[in-house]
Structure formats: C-alpha cells, structure tokens
C-alpha cells in the first residue's frame, strides 16, 4: 500500500469514523450524566429517514438535518421519560427504541414513498456536498502537505466537520463548563448535586437530549450526505460500534475520538483491503479486521489490558432515600 | 437579644405508619455550638433532613433569623443560608476539591470565570478557619478528615451561616477529631451558628454551648451544657431502667468456646480500619451482648464471623477449624460448621422478600432435606417445614405461601430466627433482633433467644438497643471505633457504665480529658451537673 | 412503593400494557390511513386461517419460545442476555457443523441427537463467556453480549463465505444438509397420520420447544439449582448470606440461556431450511427480549408470548398482500411498542390502577 492509497483510506476512515464520531459523542453525553443509551442504534436509524423524508420532500438537506433531529430529540424524550420520569430500565427501554426505529421507518418510508421502504435517490440540492476548503489550489503543489489538505481534510460534507467540531465542543463542555461539571457530577454522585440544590431529572433529561439531537445529525449524515437516500436498516449496526467506542475511549472525549477514528480506519481499511492478496498473510480476512472493534472493546471491559470505568451512578435511576 | 438563628415549632414527619418526628420544637440562639443527642432512630437525621430541604415536614413551622421560612429543597435551605454536611459525604469523588466546592455555586457558566473567584474565596476561608486545602487534589483520594473539611468549605462557600453536622466525628480519626473540634471553635468565634448532631456525650460536653436530647421521635429535654452532665444526658437518651428478666444462671465460664475470635481486623476499601485486634470468645449456653452505637464495627465482625468476608488479619476457630485471611470460609461453610446467623438486615439479607415464606423458610438450608428429597426442590417438603415453623416460633399468619414482603416486621424476624433456631446450631450470631419491631413481638423474641441459649447454644447478641442487651445478655462488652473498649459480667453492667463505654469516655477520670479537644471549656466527663430526674419541657 | 395484589400485578397489568401497545399500533396504522380493524382481521385471518398459516405460525413460535426462554432465564438471575442473537448464530454453526462433518456417515438417530447437542453445546459457551467476564472481570453482561453478537455475527460470515461455503458457489451458504440430519415436516408426517396439513416449516423441533418450557421450569422452580438462581435474581445480598455461588451461578445461568439460545437453529436449519444460512437468525434473539418481557419470565408465560408473536409474524406477513401502506415491519414495530409499554414503562400503570382500587 502506497503513500497515497493510506492517504485515500484514512480520508474514507473519517468518512466512515463521522456517524460514530457523533453517536458515541450523544453516547458520552447521556451515560456521563448516568443514563446508558444502547438506543444510538435505533436513533440514528430514526434520524437517517426522517433526513432522507424531509429532503426529499422539501428538497432541502437543511430542511432534513432539522427534522433528523428534532426526531432524535423525540426518541430521546422517550427513553428519558422511561427511563428517568417512570425509573425503567435503562437498558429495556434502549432495546424498545432500536426496535421501535427498524419498524417505523420502514412502515413510514413505505406508506410514504411505497419504494420498499427505501427514499427516493435524492437530487444534489437535497443533499450535503463534499466541501472544497480554500487552499487546495494554492497547495497542490507542495509535496506532502499538498496531497495531505487535499485527499484527506478537504472535500467532506458538512456533517464531517460537524462531527469533529462537536467532539471539540463535548470536551470543552465537559471541562469548561457549568453544565459540563454538573453533568458528570450527575453521572457520579446524584446525591451531591441533589444536595447542592440542582435538579436530577433535569440534568440527565437535558443530557438525553442533546445526545438525541446528535444521533439525527448522525443519521442524516448517513442519508443525506455519505449516501443519497434512505436504504433500510442503513445504520447497520455503527450505533453499537460507537457504543463500543465509547466503552473503548473510556467516556472521554479524546480516546473516545481515537476509537471512532481507529474502527473508521479498521473498516476503511477492511474495504480496501478485500479479496487482495497480501505476502505473508496471504488473503486478507477481512470479517477479522472488521470485528476486531468488538473484540477490542470486550478485552478493554475484561480488564484485559486497560480499565474502563463507567460513570459510578449509570444505569440506576436517582431516589432521595428513606 | 437577637433572634435564633434556627426555631423549630411543632415539627412532625411521618413516613407511611411510622412517625420519625413527632411535634418536635427547638430553638438555637445565633452564633451559638449547639448539640442534638439521641440514639440510633430517635429521630434526629430526620429533623435535620427537614430543616435541610430533604424532606418536608407535613406539620410544623420553621423560623431562620427570626422570620418564618418555607423550605422545599435543599437549594431553597442554601438561600437562606444553611450548610449541611450529611454523615455520608455528598462529594463527587473523582472530582477535584474546587470542582466539588463549585457544584452548584459556579458563578456563571464558564468554569474558569467562577474558577478564580473560587480558588480566592477557598485560600481566604481556608486562612480564616484553619482549612487549608489543595483546591486541585481528587477528593476521592483525601482522608476522611480532609474529605470533611471540603464539604464545610462547600457550605462556607455557598456563605452558610448555619451548618448541620450530622455525625461529623463517626468516620474521624482521634487527631482529626481533636482537629475538628478546634474548627468548631474558630467557627463559633466568626458567628457561625452550629448544630451539631451526635450520640457522643463527651463531643456534646467537650463543644457545645446547648444541647437538645431526642427520643422515639420526640423532643425530652433541653438543656444549657454548663449545667449538665453525661450521666443526666445518657438517662435522658436511653429512657428509664426497664427490669431485667429473670434468668436462670450461664453455664459455668470454664466451659470450652463454641467459638473464639483472636485478634480480627478488617479494613475497607479506603483503608479506613473497621475493626482492629478484636477478640472474643463465645460459649455454650451463655449471651454475649454486644453493644454499641452503629457503625462502630458490629456489622464488619458479624460479616467476619458469619463467613460473608474474610477476615484480613487475625483468626476465628469454630471447632476444630481455624479461619484466616488465607484460609477463608464461606457462609455456606460455617453454616455446616453450626453457626448460624440472624443477618441485621433481615429486608436486604436474611429475606427474599419476593418469594414465598415456605422458601424462605429454608434459605442458606436449602441444600438440606427440609428443601426436599436429593436431586428435587419440593414445594409440599418446603411449605410442611414452614407450617412446622411457623407454628413452633409463632409467625401469624401461618400462610407459608404468601409472599415474605407480606408479613409484619415482627413475623418476618421470628420466620428468620425460626429458620436459624431450627437448625439447631451450636453458635447463633444476632444482629438487631428487634429492629422495626412493634412492641408486642420483642417479647416473644426474646424468650426464643433464651430458649435457645438454655439448649445450650452460644450466642452473640449484637443491637443498639441497650435495654435489649441488659435484658439477655450473660456478658456485655462494648464497641467503640472497631474496638471492644470495655467487657463487664451481667452483674456490673448498668446502663450509665455502658453508655460512657459507648460514648467513649473511658471509666479512669483522668483520661476523660483526652477526649475533649482544644474547644473544651472545661473538663469534660464526670463533672458536670449532677443527675437528676428526666425533665422534657414539652 | 405501591404494591397491588398478586392478580392484578400479574394479570391486570401486563395485560394493560399490552392493550396501550396494540392501542399505539391501532393509532400509527390509522395515522397512515388504513382501517386497524381491517389490519387486525387479516392479521388472524394470516395467522391462523389460511391453508399451513398454522404452520407457520407455530413454526415462528418454536424459534421464539427458545431464544424468549434465554433471555427469561439469564432473567430469572437479574442478567440481561442481550447476545441470544449471537448465541443463536453460534447454535447454527455447532450444529450445522457437526451434520456437515457426519451426515454421511451416521444415521438420522444418532445424527439429529448429536447435532442437538452441538446446536445447546455451542450456544452454551457462547453465553457463558461474556457471564464468565462479568462473574471474573465484572465486565457489563449487556455490553459484552452485544459485542458477542457482533463477533458471532463476523464468525458466521467468515466461516460462510470460506471453510464451510458450499463448493463450487458463490452464496455464502454451506452445502444441503444430507436427509439423516433433516428433521421431519409436519406436512411430511400428518398423512402418515391421516390428517391433511398444508406445506409449512413446522417441524418436529416445536416438540423439543415444548420440552425446553417445561424443562426450564422444572429447572428454575423444582431443582435446588433454580432456587439459587432465583435467589440471586432477587436478592443478591440474601443469596450471599445464603451461602450461594454468586459468580458460578452466574456462568452457569448464562451457559443455560446460551444452550437455550442455541436450540433455536435446530428449529430453523435442521428442522426448515436444511443448510447454514447467512442472517438465519432473522433478529429472532432480539425478539426473545420481547417474548421474555411479555411472559414475565415464566416459561408458560414465554409460551404464550411466543404464540402471539409466532401470530403476528406470520399474520404480518399478509399485510404485505392486503393493504398498500402497511406492511410486516408493522410487526417490528408492534413488538418495539410492546418491549416499550411492558418493559420499560412496565411500572407507569402502577400508580393509576392502585388509585383505581383503592390503594394508595
């Protein structure tokens, strides 16, 4: 493999790394603050069709990131209102969401387009566009750097750049911020900020939502930008993949952005590789490549090499005692 | 004359049934060390969690500085300037001391900007009070005592100008108790107003300038320190002598332990010494009590000897078997080596309260034959050795097929101690026999135990309920601070030698200075008002 | 906490989640501008009525019995087995395994029993490990059996698509299975008995699924064995202070779910399709997290649960000829609501219907 096959693999690993980028952010979000999400899954595939629905029928990719996440929001709502307003199980109540969206959206997509439950292929205008930055031009003939700002940060979609500017925002949120601290207070030690005079409930219903806002953006990134169109169960399982990222970079922002940039690279790197015929190893396996994210993120949990603690309090719903 | 800072007027809170805080008054003039004394469920966590926003009171009024105040939650009590530091730390462990100090008193939302004005006003209080700290160190990696003194910061901080200390010195060490009274003085001297909540008389004695005693719920008395004693405030919170119950005499001491604890120790996960150098031997036919205020170690060695952790240093024999941190045993052992065990916790531990009272009948036993014939779990064998039971130790209804959670406080604990009795062991170790309990069935438990003791079984009576131990026990020995501090023969055991030993005020007179720290204002222990009759004022 | 006698918190409750999800259905299928109770007639008339509907039904019915008594038993024990989808893959792979190793040489006899316990066998470990991580390492049982999904799930393709492909094809699918590993069709065996049956999958593996309830409650309720699983899954404090082995129990219980799991490829590869397919499991192990809420864990329960699933599996699949907008994804989304009203919020009745009777 060449200097510029890596380059082009590590370019469609972003690409690819972009849903899991958002998803394990909306992830790290809701379970710092105590609530597991095992419902990326499903919101994702959610805000996928909505994104599709909305573009297509308004023509607009604007018109469907909104949507996408306005139903992000909503699924979220629900999982919030099981889960935290009734204290369900946080895990059942995820299990529900991921099975509600792989009906609905096939039901809906059928009653509305009667295409299989597929979208109408959406026009150019309906979609995200590859985004040219400035510089490409005045680089391209420097060595390196010149092939570098082109293959590898120019030309993606806006959903990318939004994904790598909302791990930039989760971690300074997280850190720097009032929010931030009580956020993760709540995932810790709901008592202290009961204690403190701050609402529970509103914490973690504010945490569940924002990740259900980043799951739409990370489905009409999968609709309305890397593909064009709904297809069914298009997520495909990068909800649990970024699930298990998020396990993997241990609830933080930067080694969760390693992980999802790391198993981007596996899958990217899983497609370039197929049916080649490598000296050594000779044909490359790629069903290895692509399950080593699980496999890693179960040795990590096993405490095989690395620690990943969760948040203390996640997946028990707060009660003041007695 | 100012207004106090704190009145309380009528103060009633009822949990389902049971009333925690029955028409209780107090008053706390401004600036003042004031001290809540009463035993283990007298209501006083409760008091203090209604005056905190914890709970609402469903009668009563409060006053703060004089004007009335209506406290819904604890961000409502912080307006009014009330601090609490809770018995169990309300700290984020994993955060840092300014990050904890900060919660919920950010100052904006961005952190750095509340950061400055933070680490500032933590150097200027840590200055004024003597609370120095690393704003920057993890709290959940500080002693106990440092840990104390972030949660009195987050209370300055957010400017308190009451604080509730509920059971401040339980978790301190010696020197940091020493060091804690010291910051009860500097706060007093900068106008503080505090309540000190505790079942320590010589704390009370050695800091406060008034003191309120609780019991079952109810306010007894008031009194100004000064003017009281430890013997009047223990007679006061434990109540009137109530008559022991004839008993026939022990076995005769020289008799062989059923069981014999050499030298035990435990510490738990934050190094925090539970027990240390315990030793005690139990012997057939006879009661140990064991008393105490809780938390004082009882549960960690009931854990011990019962198999449920293994003890790190020291041993237990039972028998011919010697039980080490590198021999371990587990509870499904010591059950087949004739101990048995009646769990403190009979909701958590000694009951599956979802299933039926026919299997609960046979939990720990049910590898045995009252579960049914080898290889087959038999309800009809479950439920006939629960009729037995039942009938046998009076568990009403006599219904082994309702469900464990349905039965009184009372049923539930003789359904435990029948299952335990029945066994027939050789060592019986009771937690808390009777808490939750309605008067009507301690009787009745109580006769089991010394039936059980007159078959010539040994026993380890453990419970908080002094009369209880005066009642049975043959010995009582007294544990304070994972220790056992003081042992007497039944005979010279009395109540106010017993709670001194609890207090942990040691019977020498001159030692009892130890326990007063540099707030003293005098000596504490023995000299102050002498005793006379209980006097509640309401 | 409220608590409502046993016949309502048994009976009453479940059934009203039930009718709330149903009701949701009722209203999306009325929202996309169909008539629910048209939907519901085609339903049981596609469940039931039509020629080898039947069939079809208790076919689907046996898969969901054995992946919903999985998810009850690792339940019975306060563990979610998230991974029968995975279990259930690797109960494939075991047992079309062993038949492509053997079915040559052995006779149907022997070759079905072994195959049966390759399928239990494989699907046990499966399941046992990620109990093992979390008994030993404290691994999270939910996200490590996810993750075991995933891995059974490249297992399968991998195998599929090289050592076990059929040879000469391209499909990711192993060769036919030889008859002695086939187990008999219903529609095979009714004439035999004089009776008419149209051609459906039912096989004889429904009777196995009948066995495995009636076997799995024997287990939890009539063996010691049970009693310190159930134990565990009510109080864990009790079942230590009982002496029992919290962490083999735990392995023990998630090898039980794993076997369970498992059996379900007998139904679908040994019993209808008679080779290893890729997606054999269809989701089914997702849908036994449903059948096991609905049965409350109890394999009776898992029986009846299964039977109405089995129904709107089958019964959906006519949505697809009768009505233009809706169609057998209906189904997901019915059992999403139904994992949703009787799991999730399985509590938010509670406090109504104790106002309703009189208990506050």
């Given at each position: 493999m060449g200097w510029l096959d890596l380059l082009l693999t590590a370019d469609s690993a972003l690409r690819l790394a972009t849903p899991l980028m958002l998803c394990a952010m909306a992830g790290m979000i809701s379970e710092r603050a105590g609530v597991i999400d095992i419902g990326l899954e499903g919101k994702m595939l959610a805000g996928a069709f909505t994104a599709a629905?909305?573009?297509?029928?308004?023509?607009?990719?604007?018109?469907?990131?909104?949507?996408?996440?306005?139903?992000?929001?909503?699924?979220?709502?629900?999982?919030?209102?099981?889960?935290?307003?009734?204290?369900?199980?946080?895990?059942?109540?995820?299990?529900?969401?991921?099975?509600?969206?792989?009906?609905?959206?096939?039901?809906?997509?059928?009653?509305?387009?009667?295409?299989?439950?597929?979208?109408?292929?959406?026009?150019?205008?309906?979609?995200?566009?590859?985004?040219?930055?400035?510089?490409?031009?005045t680089l391209s003939g420097v060595p390196v750097l010149g092939p570098l700002w082109r293959e590898l940060v120019s030309g993606h979609t806006l959903p990318t750049y939004l994904a790598l500017a909302v791990v930039v925002g989760a971690w300074w949120m997280l850190g720097h911020t009032r929010f931030g601290l009580r956020l993760r207070a709540v995932g810790e030690t709901p008592a202290a900020v009961d204690s403190a005079g701050l609402s529970v409930p509103g914490l973690r219903y504010r945490a569940v939502l924002i990740a259900g806002l980043l799951c739409g953006v990370a489905g009409a990134f999968l609709s309305t930008a890397h593909g064009a169109g709904f297809v069914r169960e298009m997520s495909a399982g990068k909800g649990y993949i970024a699930l298990a990222a998020l396990?993997?970079?241990?609830?933080?922002?930067?080694?969760?952005?390693?992980?999802?940039?790391?198993?981007?690279?596996?899958?990217?790197?899983?497609?370039?590789?197929?049916?080649?015929?490598?000296?050594?190893?000779?044909?490359v396996p790629t069903q290895v490549i692509l399950v080593l994210p699980y496999l890693a993120t179960v040795l990590l949990l096993a405490g095989f090499f690395g620690r990943a603690v969760p948040p203390r309090a996640l997946g028990t719903p707060y009660s003041k005692e007695r | 004359m100012t207004a106090p800072a704190v009145r309380l007027s009528g103060i009633t809170k009822r949990f389902g049934p049971v009333v925690a805080n029955d028409a209780v008054d107090l008053e706390i003039p401004a600036g003042t060390i004031h001290g809540i004394i009463g035993e283990n469920g007298a209501g006083k966590s409760t008091l203090v969690s209604v005056l905190y926003g914890f709970h609402r009171a469903d009668e009563g009024r409060i006053e703060i500085d004089g004007r009335p105040a209506e406290i819904r939650d604890s961000a409502d009590a912080i307006a009014l300037g009330i601090g609490m530091v809770h018995q169990h730390f309300m700290l984020v462990p994993n955060f840092t001391v300014l990050e904890n100090v900060m919660l919920g008193a950010e100052g904006g939302w961005r952190l750095a900007g509340g950061a400055r004005g933070a680490r500032a006003a933590l150097a200027r209080l840590g200055a004024e009070h003597g609370l120095e700290i690393d704003p920057e160190a993890e709290v959940g990696?500080?002693?106990?005592?440092?840990?104390?003194?972030?949660?009195?910061?987050?209370?300055?901080?957010?400017?308190?100008?009451?604080?509730?200390?509920?059971?401040?010195?339980?978790?301190?060490?010696?020197?940091?108790?020493?060091?804690?009274?010291?910051?009860?003085?500097?706060?007093?001297?900068?106008?503080?107003?505090?309540?000190?909540?505790?079942?320590?008389?010589?704390?009370?004695?050695?800091?406060?300038?008034?003191?309120?005693?609780?019991?079952?719920?109810?306010?007894?008395?008031?009194?100004?320190?000064?003017?009281?004693?430890?013997?009047?405030?223990?007679?006061?919170?434990?109540?009137?002598?109530?008559?022991?119950?004839?008993?026939?005499?022990?076995?005769?001491?020289?008799?062989?332990?059923?069981?014999?604890?050499?030298?035990?120790?435990?510490?738990?996960?934050?190094?925090?010494?539970?027990?240390?150098?315990?030793?005690?031997?139990?012997?057939?036919?006879?009661?140990?009590?064991?008393?105490?205020?809780?938390?004082?170690?009882?549960?960690?060695?009931?854990?011990?000897?019962?198999?449920?952790?293994?003890?790190?240093?020291?041993?237990?024999?039972?028998?011919?078997?010697r039980i080490t941190a590198a021999d371990p045993a587990d509870p499904a052992e010591m059950r087949r080596l004739g101990l048995a065990h009646v769990p403190e916790d009979r909701h958590r531990r000694g009951l599956v309260l979802a299933m039926e009272a026919a299997e609960n009948a046979v939990l720990g036993y049910h590898h045995g034959p009252q579960a049914g014939p080898p290889g087959r779990l038999s309800p009809a064998a479950m439920r006939a050795h629960c009729a037995r039971l039942m009938a046998r130790h009076g568990v009403r209804p006599e219904a082994p097929s309702l469900r464990a959670a349905a039965f009184s406080g009372g049923n539930q604990q003789r359904l435990v101690m029948g299952r335990e009795i029945e066994a027939d062991p050789a060592v019986l170790l009771i937690g808390q026999p009777t808490r939750g309990v309605d008067i009507g069935g301690i009787a009745a438990l109580h006769e089991q135990i010394l039936g059980l003791r007159a078959k010539g079984c040994a026993i380890l009576l453990v419970s908080v309920e002094l009369d209880e131990i005066l009642a049975l026990s043959d010995r009582v020995a007294v544990m304070a601070a994972g220790r056992i501090v003081a042992e007497f023969p039944c005979a010279e055991a009395t109540r106010e030698r017993i709670g001194l030993a609890m207090a942990g005020i040691p019977e020498t007179p001159g030692a009892a200075a130890a326990m007063a720290g540099p707030g003293a204002a005098g000596p504490a222990g023995g000299g102050g008002g002498g005793p006379g009759p209980a006097d509640p004022r309401h | 906490m409220t608590r409502l006698p046993a016949w309502a918190d048994y009976g009453l409750i479940p059934v009203l989640n039930l009718g709330l999800a149903f009701a949701v259905a009722a209203l999306v299928i009325a929202a996309l501008?169909?008539?629910?109770?048209?939907?519901?007639?085609?339903?049981?008339?596609?469940?039931?009525?039509?020629?080898?509907?039947?069939?079809?039904?208790?076919?689907?019915?046996?898969?969901?019995?054995?992946?919903?008594?999985?998810?009850?038993?690792?339940?019975?024990?306060?563990?979610?087995?998230?991974?029968?989808?995975?279990?259930?893959?690797?109960?494939?792979?075991?047992?079309?395994?062993l038949c492509l190793a053997f079915d040559a040489v052995l006779p149907a006899l022997l070759m079905i029993p072994l195959a049966i316990a390759g399928a239990a066998a494989a699907g046990a470990a499966w399941g046992a490990v990620p109990g093992w991580l979390q008994a030993r390492r404290g691994s999270h049982i939910v996200i490590t059996t996810i993750m075991f999904n995933f891995l059974a799930s490249g297992l399968v393709v991998g195998l599929l698509s090289g050592p076990l492909m059929r040879p000469g094809q391209s499909n990711a699918e192993t060769r036919a299975l030889a008859e002695s590993a086939r187990i008999a069709q219903w529609h095979e065996i009714a004439p035999l008995l004089g009776l008419e049956a149209g051609r459906s999958p039912l096989n004889l593996s429904i009777l196995l699924a009948v066995a495995a309830c009636i076997g799995v409650w024997w287990l939890i309720w009539r063996t010691r064995w049970g009693y310190a699983l159930r134990c565990l899954g009510l109080a864990a404090p009790a079942a230590e202070y009982a002496g029992i082995p919290v962490a083999r129990i735990t392995v023990q219980a998630m090898a039980v779910s794993g076997a369970l799991a498992g059996l379900m490829a007998v139904n679908t590869v040994l019993g209808a399709q008679g080779k290893l397919l890729i997606n054999f499991t269809a989701g089914f192990g997702f849908t036994g997290i449903a059948v096991a809420l609905m049965g409350r864990?109890?394999?009776?329960?898992?029986?009846?649960?299964?039977?109405?699933?089995?129904?709107?599996?089958?019964?959906?699949?006519?949505?697809?000829?009768?009505?233009?907008?809706?169609?057998?994804?209906?189904?997901l989304l019915v059992q999403g609501l139904i994992v949703l009203f009787t799991g999730a919020l399985s509590q938010m009745l509670v406090p109504l219907v104790a106002r309703a009777l009189g208990r506050a």
């Open positions: 629905a909305a573009a297509a029928l308004t023509g607009s990719a604007w018109a469907g990131l909104g949507a996408a996440m306005a139903v992000g929001a909503a699924m979220a709502a629900l999982h919030g209102f099981a889960c935290i307003t009734h204290r369900g199980e946080q895990i059942i109540s995820g299990v529900a969401i991921n099975i509600l969206a792989s009906g609905l959206t096939v039901v809906v997509g059928i009653a509305l387009f009667d295409q299989g439950g597929q979208s109408p292929p959406l026009g150019p205008e309906a979609r995200f566009r590859p985004i040219v930055l400035p510089g490409v031009e396990v993997f970079g241990k609830w933080r922002p930067w080694p969760v952005l390693f992980a999802c940039l790391l198993f981007g690279f596996l899958e990217a790197g899983a497609a370039r590789l197929e049916g080649e015929v490598l000296p050594v190893i000779g044909r | 990696g500080l002693a106990v005592g440092l840990q104390q003194r972030v949660e009195i910061l987050k209370a300055l901080f957010r400017g308190a100008r009451i604080l509730i200390l509920d059971e401040p010195t339980g978790v301190l060490t010696p020197e940091e108790t020493t060091r804690f009274f010291g910051l009860l003085a500097t706060l007093k001297a900068r106008g503080v107003t505090v309540l000190l909540i505790t079942h320590k008389l010589g704390e009370v004695m050695a800091a406060t300038d008034g003191v309120s005693v609780m019991r079952g719920g109810r306010m007894v008395a008031h009194r100004v320190t000064a003017e009281t004693g430890p013997e009047e405030l223990a007679r006061l919170m434990m109540g009137r002598d109530i008559a022991a119950p004839a008993r026939p005499a022990a076995s005769a001491p020289g008799t062989a332990p059923a069981l014999e604890a050499r030298g035990l120790g435990w510490r738990d996960r934050r190094g925090v010494a539970c027990l240390e150098a315990v030793d005690l031997a139990l012997r057939p036919g006879e009661i140990l009590g064991l008393a105490g205020v809780a938390g004082n170690g009882q549960s960690e060695l009931l854990d011990l000897l019962a198999g449920l952790m293994p003890p790190q240093a020291g041993e237990i024999r039972i028998g011919a078997r | 501008g169909e008539d629910p109770a048209a939907a519901l007639e085609v339903l049981v008339a596609g469940a039931f009525v039509y020629e080898g509907a039947l069939g079809y039904t208790l076919f689907y019915t046996a898969s969901f019995i054995f992946t919903g008594l999985a998810v009850a038993v690792a339940f019975q024990a306060r563990l979610f087995n998230i991974g029968a989808e995975g279990q259930a893959m690797l109960g494939g792979l075991g047992a079309a395994g864990g109890h394999p009776f329960g898992v029986a009846l649960a299964a039977l109405l699933f089995g129904a709107l599996y089958q019964g959906g699949a006519e949505f697809d000829f009768e009505f233009a907008t809706i169609t057998r994804e209906m189904v």
